[in-house]
């Protein structure tokens, strides 16, 4: 998905006394009142773009344009679809931004469900997201990594297949272990990655209009001939579009610390969408006009096909920078999969022992070698877009169930958020839910099993779990199988040398291990 590099070490964030609640020259406070420590607001309009574009952008645009044109069916409508994409993101972002001012819980779309809904809603998304959302997009990153690391040694011939799967299975093992020794260590080069992703997609772009400026524009004569007329074809290619600009709803944390919010985050975000798209729509002009629809169907990678023919003797550059714009994509991934495992287990919604703690490394480390253990057999187990399919219509289907409760929560609140800093015209969530409903709805009377069979399965398994342990057994007296399953967690205790959250000590894990 578009998961850039998170910023890390930003100056941004900064804890200063309180003192008497100021204000900017704009009026806002400068943080809350009363006694304490409160985050200031100093980020300024271009600290928000930098941000959101840096968690929309990554690897997915170097892996979805082949789904948009196989669904599209011709150049030009694959570039409108470009652009729609960018729309319905700008919608969504602008949307969430205003659910977390009125909304202000940590945990984002887990945390909304609960408040909106209640726990189960919540718990079914945190299944999904777990099983297949998070799984799901770790595997597509695997895989092209896989793709873009192997195809400069098979320049002219296809990739073995099983030679993609191993390579991907190997990253994924290694930014597991990676991340299982060191959250610093996995997140020190991830500003770096990010920036190195954006001058990637620059580098593309600018060699497809370099390209066109030299006459070769014979794969756009006849841009709309062969035009997809089929609507549930038209909304899987704009799932592909999703998948790409996909990451934005996690700039909520924005708000406290932006200046000016009312007016620096709309702007923050409506800028950063809007260059994001510009991007996108050049990057893919580049490949089909370089390559034409029938490269970028038949590529297994096509950025690295579109910059050999276009760039000549220096374009071994691309598939170094591409890797390493996967690599930090896929460990984005692995790291918001395993925290969202680890506080769906200290909710009480998944095994507890998903939220232990390496001792010696104070990492999650039962929670990242759950979410490395489902990427591998997912890598080896399921097709490329039929993943991308699946992960989008589920993350749409939970956008649908927030706006949704969000819209009617806000009609019943409006005295409530009156005076917020943020507040968007109701058209704009009514529009992103219409959208986004349209998008799951008709993909899943059209195309089922492309779209809504892994959501369909993990439903299936999310409910029983949900009733038999959450609801009854989690609830029934002490047992001889609780006293077995506290074996195996003391048994999983050593062998990975974690302990609960909380424990303070040896002596401490003990006394919790003896309750």
């Not at 299982?180 to 209009?209: D, W, Y």
């Not at 799932?239 to 996690?250: E, I, K, L, P, R």
């Amino acid at each position: 998905m578009g998961e850039g590099g998170t910023k890390t070490g930003d100056p941004g964030f900064c804890l200063q006394p309180n003192h008497d609640s100021e204000k900017d020259d704009d009026g806002s406070e400068k943080g809350g009142g009363g006694g304490g420590f409160h985050l200031k607001r100093q980020l300024g309009l271009w600290h928000g773009v930098s941000i959101v574009s840096g968690l929309v952008i990554g690897g997915g645009i170097y892996i979805a344009p082949r789904g948009v044109v196989q669904y599209a069916g011709s150049p030009g409508l694959a570039l409108v679809l470009w652009g729609v994409g960018g729309l319905l993101s700008l919608l969504g972002a602008l949307t969430y931004a205003e659910i977390g001012v009125v909304i202000p819980v940590a945990g984002e779309k887990y945390a909304y469900l609960e408040e909106l809904y209640g726990p189960f809603v919540a718990f079914v998304y945190i299944w999904q997201y777990l099983f297949l959302i998070r799984a799901g997009g770790n595997t597509v990153k695997a895989l092209m990594f896989g793709r873009y690391v192997l195809k400069p040694f098979f320049p002219d011939c296809d990739i073995p297949p099983t030679a993609i799967l191993l390579v991907a299975t190997t990253v994924t093992v290694f930014l597991t272990f990676i991340n299982c020794l060191s959250v610093k260590i996995s997140a020190r080069g991830q500003t770096f990655m990010t920036t190195v992703s954006k001058a990637t997609l620059a580098i593309i772009s600018v060699s497809g209009i370099v390209w066109l400026l030299r006459g070769n524009t014979e794969y756009l004569e006849n841009s709309f001939a062969g035009s997809t007329t089929d609507i549930g074809s038209f909304a899987l290619a704009i799932h592909s579009t999703v998948y790409a600009y996909y990451g934005w709803t996690a700039l909520n944390f924005l708000v406290e610390e932006l200046k000016n919010p009312s007016r620096n985050l709309p702007l923050a975000i409506a800028i950063s969408i809007l260059l994001t798209t510009i991007l996108y729509v050049f990057v893919n002009l580049s490949y089909l006009a370089v390559i034409g629809v029938d490269g970028v169907l038949t590529s297994e990678a096509v950025a690295i096909s579109v910059t050999f023919r276009s760039l000549g003797p220096i374009a071994w550059i691309v598939p170094v920078l591409i890797a390493i714009t996967a690599s930090a994509s896929f460990n984005a991934g692995v790291v918001c999969g395993s925290r969202i495992a680890f506080a769906g287990a200290r909710r009480g919604h998944l095994p507890s022992i998903l939220g232990h703690i390496n001792v010696k490394f104070v990492t999650p480390i039962t929670a990242l070698i759950l979410q490395g253990i489902l990427a591998v057999c997912f890598v080896w187990t399921f097709e490329v877009y039929t993943m991308i399919n699946n992960l989008v219509c589920g993350l749409l289907a939970f956008d649908a169930l927030v706006v949704i409760a969000y819209i009617r929560y806000r009609i019943r609140n409006q005295e409530r958020i009156a005076n917020r800093l943020f507040k968007l015209p109701l058209a704009v969530p009514v529009a992103y839910s219409v959208l986004v409903v349209l998008l799951v709805g008709v993909p899943l009377v059209t195309r089922p099993m492309e779209s809504v069979s892994g959501i369909a399965l993990s439903c299936l398994t999310a409910i029983p779990y949900y009733v038999i342990v959450i609801m009854w057994f989690n609830k029934k007296k002490r047992t001889s199988v609780h006293r077995r399953l506290d074996e195996l967690s003391v048994i999983l205790q050593k062998l990975l040398y974690c302990v609960p959250e909380g424990v303070k000590s040896t002596k401490h894990r003990a006394e919790v291990n003896g309750r």
